[in-house]
């Protein structure tokens, strides 16, 4: 079974802090992706990456970056986060070998105050 | 960019009953999948349904890609079945990326 993981299931922190979030898959997947998702809005994509070191913007890339060292980690970060970044952030991962099936990890709710 | 519509936005269901939840979309894909959002928030693979017919327990699923469509069935309804169900597709040549639809709500009663 693919499993893709999330470092925290709740975080809490303050205006201006670095936040990072980690994302990992086990399944040897060449993409991966990170999502939002808010009330109303639904899911929209922030970074997505085809391999190591490669990533490309979303549709709302404004306020993160992202990191990808290793294939099977891809970290979304926070450079100063803002209360406009409380949202429910999702990870998903993907392999052309399986027809783009993607698998979601279980999510981190993050509130920033 | 590709249009995904699902419907009905809203369902209430007495336990036990049939559903069958539907969704458009408005060209070709290479990918369509659906999935349950729990009310914990984690998106959970139903069926991976580019075309044809698949079936899980309780769950089936149909694509239809000459007509551009799916349906997602649910029989015998329990209050688990209870959450967000979003049907999402993959452009070609998108690298995997996919469109998502604003979900169906479904709400299994007791």
């Known amino acids: 079974d693919v499993k893709v993981t999330q470092s925290s299931r709740y975080l809490v922190k303050r205006t201006g802090e670095k936040v990072f979030l980690e994302c990992v898959q086990d399944?040897?997947?060449?993409?991966m992706f990170w999502y939002r998702q808010d009330p109303g809005l639904g899911l929209r994509l922030i970074y997505f990456?085809?391999?190591?070191?490669?990533?490309e913007k979303g549709d709302i890339p404004e306020g993160y970056s992202v990191s990808r060292e290793k294939k099977e980690r891809f970290s979304l970060i926070l450079e100063s986060a803002s209360t406009n970044q409380t949202s429910m952030y999702l990870c998903?991962?993907?392999?052309?070998?399986?027809?783009?099936?993607?698998?979601f990890g279980p999510g981190t709710r993050l509130t920033v105050t | 960019g590709i249009q995904v519509e699902q419907s009905p936005p809203d369902l209430i269901l007495q336990e036990g009953a049939n559903s069958t939840l539907r969704c458009n979309f408005s060209?070709?894909?290479?990918?369509l999948q659906w999935f349950h959002q729990n009310p914990w928030g984690q998106l959970i693979n139903l069926f991976y349904?580019?075309?044809g017919t698949k079936q899980n327990g309780r769950l089936s699923a149909t694509t239809v890609a000459t007509e551009r469509y799916s349906l997602l069935y649910i029989s015998s309804s329990q209050t688990t079945d209870s959450g967000v169900y979003f049907c999402?597709?993959?452009?070609?040549?998108?690298?995997?990326?996919?469109?998502f639809g604003q979900g169906t709500e479904l709400s299994v009663k007791p």
């Open positions: 399944m040897d997947h060449e993409n």
């Open positions: 998903a991962s993907s392999s052309i070998v399986r027809g783009y099936e993607q698998y």
């Open positions: 999402v597709v993959g452009p070609y040549n998108q690298g995997g990326k996919l469109i």
């Open positions: 990456s085809y391999d190591v070191k490669m990533k």
């Open positions: 349904i580019p075309s």
């Open positions: 060209d070709s894909v290479n990918n």
